[in-house]
């Protein structure tokens, strides 16, 4: 889902500034505020919300606060009981053949700007 507010943005500031886009965070997010299109507007709402819960979840792991843990839980109880529905699979899998269908200079886009570090397969907090 991400993927679809991304998209928009890296097309519009491409058709824009050919020669030096500008995909900050801060044009992205002004690029969020000035859209009219309803339907982009609930998809960031409900993203944004999301994330703000794993953001607060995360926090509360690593740094064991259990307030932050039981409300990154309450945020989206719903979604984080459901992992092993049919529905959410069925969503985790239109998202992988959008990635797959995605337009090339979009997909490496997104994958030279990646917010995450890869992680060492074996290596996981707290082992040796």
């Given at each position: 889902m991400t993927r679809e507010l991304v998209i928009p943005f890296v097309r519009q500031q491409m058709a824009q500034n050919q020669l030096q886009p500008d995909l900050s965070a801060a044009a992205f997010l002004k690029f969020t505020m000035l859209c009219k299109d309803p339907n982009?507007?609930?998809m960031c709402d409900l993203i944004f919300e999301i994330l703000d819960a794993i953001f607060m979840y995360r926090a509360g792991v690593r740094c064991g606060i259990p307030k932050?843990?039981?409300?990154?839980r309450a945020k989206y109880a719903k979604v984080w009981s459901g992992r092993n529905h049919p529905l959410y699979?069925?969503?985790e899998m239109a998202d992988s053949l959008?990635?797959?269908?995605?337009?090339?200079?979009i997909r490496?886009?997104?994958?030279?700007?990646?917010f995450t570090q890869p992680i060492r397969q074996g290596i996981h907090r707290g082992s040796s």
């Open positions: 982009y507007t609930f932050f843990i039981v409300a990154g699979r069925e969503l959008q990635l797959m269908r995605m337009p090339a200079e490496d886009f997104c994958a030279r700007h990646c």
